[in-house]
């Protein structure tokens, strides 16, 4: 591994800030293993933040508007991905730990003869070897694994874990020459839910909600504003999808996603060791239960015991007003 | 739909309820008191598997493989008697330390063994959550990867699957064979019926070891392209403040003052 080479998933042009995340992280791997920095932007839209991504300091970006990156599932990703590590050399891939990046690596491990760690948050060049930080078993450990030498190796980031950081001297754009393969499973239909919401995974600030809110309104009507006030996104326990008050894309915890964001607000939420190892790596978290003796006392920063219906809309117009003398 | 020749691939997980502990003379997972478990992932794709066997008839088919030490044999009694036909274990002492590389070139190449027209992985492991098995097998075996389906249907030797996206979902046609994941809104896992939990105990549960596969690259520790250096726990969170609130302006000044004192308001 000489060379870093991220990948750019977006849909339209339009990415969320891990993509940046990786654009500086191959940067900086790069410099430590004295090679070049590289990201593969691909399918329509793609020029557009090719574009955007001049802005990061990468050696070059490779593009290809190929529409058939929309129209088949995975393959032509995989194929354009090893297309460039083959051109650019023996290298570390950089891939969003997201569901269609997980499929990406893994396909992609196998194409190139790579090992692969999953899920990392850190990572150090020691030597000849690539050591890659990662959370396990649902965060009850953290491990350290290496990447043995190797032309080529893999991993998969976790958003949040590194920062954006811009600056020059702005890459070059290259074409990536179309592969010339056929493929099986076709994409009908594409459809966006909830377009325009901040994905949970990514926000500053999450605002999640449990079994104590006893139905589907207080989600919308308490949440909701509370969430919009700081800037973050609304989350639920499994009991609130189970029960059908939340789709399952709002799900935090071993069965649903893991959120790390700088604030976590939890409400009606017990904590179960369920819903603890999806947040449990959050910044600060805060609580409102009914139960001072529950679960989640013993790893909230806060814990206000009092009634949630009563506390959060009061809250949630003390930060507006804040925020409102502010701007 | 009939004949349809079903794999489901499960693996056995430390139960993902039990709270995972560190010594920290040994560094490592305090093992007891924590049982065996199936992979939660692993019963929803063993749920779509059974799901499909009982709409395609009694032709249909449903095998269960797994990769792991014997004895988890009896743990795969389970996915018997939850309805699966018959078992496939991969067990040998040399797969001993298989990182992610190894541990999914053994399972390809104990695959190519079993004939199928669908195999359905679950979407994660929950002691690991690599999430790369399933792209690797598919490309192992050159399938198309179509993950986090919600939706299977089979019609004239085609596949059509609604599959959950980041964004909202996807309707995806494939071949058979292909290779599936399961999304948890596939719909909740069957309980064994006690009818089901007696059948169990008369089907087969084959082993195989790696001198029956054809490997042709080394697996266990030395077969692995990673190396695990240590593992820690993670930074202690300590036990906060409680604050009893009386009323709502009460509780919503505790936590704003406690906000604004960490600048986020």
């Not at chain 2, 063993?46 to 709409?55: F, H, I, T």
Request: with cysteine.
């Amino acid at each position: 591994m000489k060379h870093v080479i991220a990948y750019a998933e977006h849909r339209q042009g339009q990415t969320r800030k891990i993509t940046f995340e990786l654009a500086s992280e191959a940067r900086r791997i790069a410099d430590a293993l004295g090679g070049k920095a590289g990201i593969v932007v691909l399918g329509p839209g793609a020029a557009q933040l090719a574009e955007q991504l001049k802005a990061y300091p990468l050696d070059v970006i490779y593009v290809n508007e190929d529409g058939e990156v929309d129209e088949f599932l995975l393959d032509p990703v995989v194929d354009y991905l090893e297309a460039a590590a083959k051109t650019l050399g023996p290298a570390l891939m950089l891939i969003p730990n997201t569901l269609s990046g997980r499929d990406v690596a893994g396909k992609l491990m196998v194409r190139l003869g790579a090992g692969i760690v999953a899920d990392v948050v850190d990572l150090k060049v020691e030597g000849d070897a690539v050591v890659c930080v990662s959370p396990k078993l649902g965060g009850a450990i953290v491990t350290h694994c290496a990447l043995r030498p190797n032309d080529y190796g893999v991993v998969t980031v976790r958003p949040n874990a590194f920062a954006a950081a811009s600056g020059g001297p702005g890459a070059q754009t290259a074409p990536l020459e179309k592969p010339k393969r056929a493929y099986a499973a076709t994409i009908e239909r594409d459809v966006e839910e909830g377009a325009g919401e901040l994905a949970l995974e990514e926000a500053p600030v999450v605002v999640a909600g449990g079994r104590g809110l006893g139905g589907p309104e207080p989600f919308d009507a308490l949440l909701k504003p509370l969430a919009r006030a700081l800037g973050g996104a609304v989350g639920a326990s499994r009991a609130a999808a189970d029960a059908g008050w939340v789709p399952y894309n709002l799900q935090i915890g071993q069965t649903g996603k893991t959120v790390t964001p700088s604030l976590y607000i939890a409400v009606g939420i017990s904590g179960a060791i369920q819903h603890k190892v999806g947040m449990r790596s959050s910044g600060t978290i805060v609580a409102i239960n009914k139960d001072g003796a529950a679960p989640i006392a013993e790893f909230s920063d806060l814990l206000v015991v009092g009634d949630a219906f009563r506390i959060v809309p009061e809250l949630t117009k003390m930060i507006e007003t804040a925020k409102g003398q502010v701007s | 739909m009939d004949h349809v020749k079903i794999v489901v691939t499960v693996k056995l997980v430390p139960d993902p309820n039990a709270e995972k502990k560190i010594d920290p003379q040994t560094k490592r997972l305090v093992r007891g008191g924590v049982e065996t478990v199936l992979n939660p992932y692993d019963e929803y794709a063993l749920e779509a598997g059974l799901q499909l066997k009982e709409r395609g008839g009694g032709e249909a088919r449903v095998t269960v493989f797994s990769m792991g030490p014997e004895t988890l044999k009896e743990t795969l009694r389970r996915a018997l008697a939850m309805g699966a036909d018959d078992a496939l274990v991969l067990s040998d002492s040399a797969l001993e330390g298989s990182d992610v590389w190894a541990t999914a070139y053994a399972m390809a190449q104990a695959l190519r063994k079993l004939e199928f027209d669908l195999l359905i992985v679950g979407g994660l492991t929950d002691d690991s959550s690599t999430g790369a098995v399933p792209g690797a097998l598919a490309e192992h075996l050159g399938l198309p990867c179509i993950t986090n389906a919600r939706k299977i249907e089979i019609s004239d030797g085609k596949l059509e699957v609604e599959r959950e996206t980041d964004a909202g979902y996807q309707i995806v046609r494939g071949p058979l064979p292909s290779l599936i994941t399961t999304a948890l809104t596939f719909g909740e896992p069957r309980y064994a019926s006690l009818k089901g939990i007696m059948g169990a105990k008369k089907k087969t549960i084959a082993t195989i070891g790696l001198a029956d596969l054809s490997l042709e690259m080394p697996v266990g520790t030395s077969g692995s392209k990673t190396e695990l250096e240590g593992f820690a726990p993670p930074p202690a969170r300590g036990k906060g403040t409680i604050v009893e609130a009386a009323d709502g302006p009460a509780g919503a000044t505790a936590i704003f003052d406690f906000l604004r004192q960490k600048k986020f308001v």
